[in-house]
C-alpha cells in the first residue's frame, strides 16, 4: 500500500486536518507521501516532514495551485496518483472541493467523509445525516477518500524525518481564479480543533447577545459555534455553522445554548464527549442526547455560569 | 444563457431515517420523498436568473426511478420549462449521476449546470465536482452568491474559513450552499400548469452510460446511540458536575 495524503495548509502553517488525515492513511499502510502544493509552500513542507509517520513530502510550488483551486490542483493530483493505491483528502471544504473532481479524472467514485477504516478497500461513512453508518466496500483500483477528520486522533507534529522532493509538473487551467476571502478574525481556537465548544441557537435572539458566550468561552478557552438558525438569522457569520452541512465537531465538552437539537444540528456535534444543553423548552429534542440537561432561561444561566466559571 | 439544474429524489429532511432490520440499508418503506433541501434552492437561482432576463431557458433533470417525475414536475412548479427523467432503478452513484449529467450536456449545450451541494440521502457531496471533471468545465462549489458578468460569473463560496470569492468562466458548474436564496412556495396556478410543461425519458443506456456501481453497501448500522443523561437543577450543580463527575473543566 502507498498513500497519497493531500495536505491543507494555510500561510505556512500545516492545518491540524492533514495529521488527522495522516493518521487515516497510517491504518492503510506505512508508505505515506504528503503532497503539499501552492506558493509560499516551503514551511508547510517542512512541518509536514516532520510529522510522524510520513516517508515523502512532495512540494508542488506554484501559485496555479493556491488555496488548492479545484481546475489545477485536481490535474496534479490525477497525475500524481496513479502510483498510489489510496489517496486522502480532509473532508475540509477544499478537500471537498478537489478530490471527487480528481477522482472523476480517474474514473474512480470517490468515498466521502470516511469515519473508519476496516481494510484497504472497506470503509465506514455516516449517511442520512449521520442517523446511519455505511460500510462500503470499493472495487475502484485507486481508493480516494476524503476523511472525517474527528474520526481520527491526530499525528504528533514532531517526531517524523520525511524526504522532502520538489514537482515540476504545472498545471495551469485559467478556468477559474482567486478573487479574495473574507475570513472571520478571531483569537479563540478554531471550531473543529477546540477542545470546549459553547454554540448558540435561534434562542439567543440576535448577534449582541452572542458577547455572553464569547465571555464564557473566554474563561474556558472554548471555540464558539452557532446552529444554521442563528447562521440564517444574521446572528454570526457561517463559519461557525455546526451541523450536517457545516462543520463536524467532536470536543471534549460541547454546550447547546437556545438549540433545539435538530437532525442536521445533532449530525455535526453528536460524537462530543460530553454534551451540556440549556434551553427553556423541557421537551427539546438536544436533552435526548445532554450528558448534562439544564432547563432554564438562557438570559438567566448565562450570566450565572460566566460568574461561576 | 441556458440552464440545466439537477434534482434529486429524496427522503424528507425532517424524516430521521433508520436502518432496515437486516442491516441491508435504509429503510425507506413508506417514508416521505422529496426533492432534495439543495436541489431547491438551485432550481430557485436559476428560475430568479431567468426572471432576471439573464437565463433563457431553464431544463430541469432528475436522475433514479420513474417516481422521480414529481421532483421534476416540482422543479416545473418552481418555474423551470421542461424536464428530462432518466430512468433507473439502479442504486445511482455520483460518478454515474455525473458521466448521464455530461451525457446530456453534450446535447444541451447548457452554459451553466446548477446542483445542490450536496444530497441529503448519501451525503456524498461530489457530483457537481465530477460533473466538472468530466465536462473540462470551472467549478464553483458552496455558492451563496451568484454574479453574472460577461462569459464569467462571479461566485462567493462558503469555506470553513468564511467566505471565498473567485471568478470562473463559462459554461460553468456551481452546487449551491444554504444561504444561496430562500426557495418560493409553489402557487396553485403554477403547480398547474406545471402539469402541462413536458418531461423527455431517457435511460442511462439510451445516454451510453454504465452506470454499474463500483462501491458495495456491506452494511448499514444505526450509530452508537447516545442515552440521554440528567437534568441538573440549576448553574452550581451544572458546574459541580462538569469539574467533578464530567471533569471536562477545571
Ligand atoms: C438541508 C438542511 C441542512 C441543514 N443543516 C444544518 C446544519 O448544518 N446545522 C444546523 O444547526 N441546522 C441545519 N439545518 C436546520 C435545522 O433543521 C434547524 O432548523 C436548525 O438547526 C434550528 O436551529 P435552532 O435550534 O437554533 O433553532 P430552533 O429550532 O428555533 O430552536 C431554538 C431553541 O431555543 C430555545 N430557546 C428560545 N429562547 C430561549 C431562552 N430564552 N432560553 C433558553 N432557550 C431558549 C427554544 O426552546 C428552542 O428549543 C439544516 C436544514 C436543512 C433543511
Ligand atoms: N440521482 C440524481 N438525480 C439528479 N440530480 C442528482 C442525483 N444525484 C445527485 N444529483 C445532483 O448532485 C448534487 C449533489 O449530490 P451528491 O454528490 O450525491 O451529494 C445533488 O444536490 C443534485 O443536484
Request: overall charge negative; glycine content about 8%.
Amino acid at each position: 500500500m502507498s498513500i497519497l495524503v493531500i495536505a491543507e495548509h494555510v500561510k505556512g502553517e500545516l492545518k491540524g486536518a492533514t495529521l488527522a488525515t495522516i493518521a487515516a492513511a497510517q491504518q492503510l499502510g506505512d508508505q505515506i507521501d504528503v503532497l503539499v502544493a501552492g506558493s509560499d509552500c516551503a514551511e508547510g513542507a517542512d512541518q509536514a516532514a516532520k510529522a510522524a509517520g510520513v516517508t515523502r513530502v512532495l512540494v508542488a510550488e506554484n501559485a496555479a495551485y493556491d488555496h488548492l483551486l479545484a481546475e489545477n490542483t485536481a490535474l496534479l493530483i490525477a497525475e500524481l496518483a496513479k502510483d498510489y493505491s489510496h489517496v486522502l483528502a480532509p473532508a475540509t471544504t477544499n478537500g471537498k472541493n478537489v478530490l471527487p473532481r480528481a477522482a472523476a479524472l480517474l474514473d474512480v467514485q470517490a468515498i466521502s467523509d470516511v469515519s473508519a477504516v476496516i481494510s484497504e478497500d472497506t470503509f465506514q461513512r455516516p449517511i442520512y445525516a449521520g442517523n446511519i453508518i455505511a460500510t462500503v466496500q470499493t472495487s475502484d483500483p485507486i481508493k480516494m477518500l476524503t476523511v472525517r477528520t474527528t474520526a481520527f486522533d491526530p499525528v504528533p507534529a514532531e517526531g517524523g524525518s520525511a524526504t522532502v522532493e520538489k514537482l515540476d509538473s504545472v498545471h495551469q487551467t485559467d478556468l477559474s481564479e482567486y478573487k479574495g476571502e473574507e475570513v472571520a478574525k478571531s483569537d479563540r481556537p478554531e471550531l473543529t480543533a477546540a477542545g470546549v465548544i459553547i454554540s448558540g441557537g435561534r434562542g439567543m435572539q440576535n448577534g449582541d447577545n452572542f458577547e455572553m458566550l464569547y465571555r464564557i468561552a473566554d474563561k474556558l478557552g472554548a471555540a464558539v459555534g452557532a446552529s444554521r438558525a442563528a447562521v440564517d438569522a444574521g446572528f454570526v457569520s457561517n463559519d461557525m455553522q455546526v451541523g450536517q452541512t457545516g462543520k463536524i465537531v467532536a470536543p471534549d465538552l460541547y454546550i447547546a445554548v437556545g438549540i433545539s437539537g435538530a437532525i442536521q444540528h445533532l449530525a455535526g456535534m453528536k460524537d462530543s464527549k460530553v454534551i451540556v444543553a440549556i434551553n427553556k423548552d423541557p421537551d427539546a429534542p438536544i436533552f435526548q442526547v445532554a450528558d448534562y440537561g439544564l432547563v432554564a432561561d438562557l438570559f438567566k444561566a448565562l450570566p450565572e455560569l460566566e460568574a461561576a466559571l | 444563457m441556458k440552464i440545466l439544474v439537477a434534482v434529486k429524489r429524496v427522503a424528507d429532511y425532517n424524516v430521521k431515517v433508520r436502518p432496515k432490520s437486516d442491516h441491508s440499508g435504509p429503510d425507506l418503506a413508506n417514508v416521505k420523498m422529496a426533492i432534495n433541501p439543495f436541489c431547491e434552492i438551485a432550481v430557485e437561482e436559476a428560475v430568479r436568473l431567468k426572471e432576471q432576463g439573464i437565463a433563457t431557458e431553464v431544463v430541469a433533470v432528475s436522475l433514479g426511478p420513474q417516481a422521480a417525475q414529481e421532483q421534476i414536475r416540482t422543479a416545473l412548479a418552481l418555474g423551470a420549462d421542461r424536464g428530462i427523467l432518466v430512468q433507473t432503478d439502479v442504486a445511482l452513484e455520483p460518478l454515474g449521476v455525473a458521466k448521464c449529467l455530461k451525457a446530456l450536456c453534450d446535447k444541451e449545450n447548457p452554459d451553466l449546470v446548477l446542483l445542490g451541494k450536496q444530497a441529503i440521502d448519501g451525503d456524498n457531496n461530489q457530483t457537481g465536482q465530477m460533473l466538472a471533471a468530466l465536462t473540462g468545465y470551472a467549478q464553483a462549489t458552496f455558492a451563496s452568491q451568484i454574479t453574472v458578468g460577461e462569459g464569467q460569473l462571479e461566485v462567493i463560496r462558503e469555506v470553513d474559513g468564511g467566505l471565498q470569492t473567485i471568478a470562473i468562466k463559462l459554461p460553468a458548474i456551481v452546487t449551491s450552499d444554504l444561504r444561496l436564496n430562500e426557495p418560493r412556495y409553489a402557487s396553485l396556478p403554477n403547480i398547474m400548469k406545471a402539469k402541462k410543461k413536458p418531461i423527455d425519458s431517457t435511460t442511462p443506456e439510451e445516454l451510453g452510460v454504465d452506470v454499474a456501481p463500483r462501491t458495495q453497501l456491506l452494511k448499514a448500522e444505526l450509530p452508537p446511540e447516545r442515552k440521554a443523561g440528567i437534568k441538573v437543577e440549576d448553574v452550581a450543580q451544572l458546574v459541580d458536575k462538569l469539574k467533578n463527575e464530567a471533569k471536562v473543566i477545571s
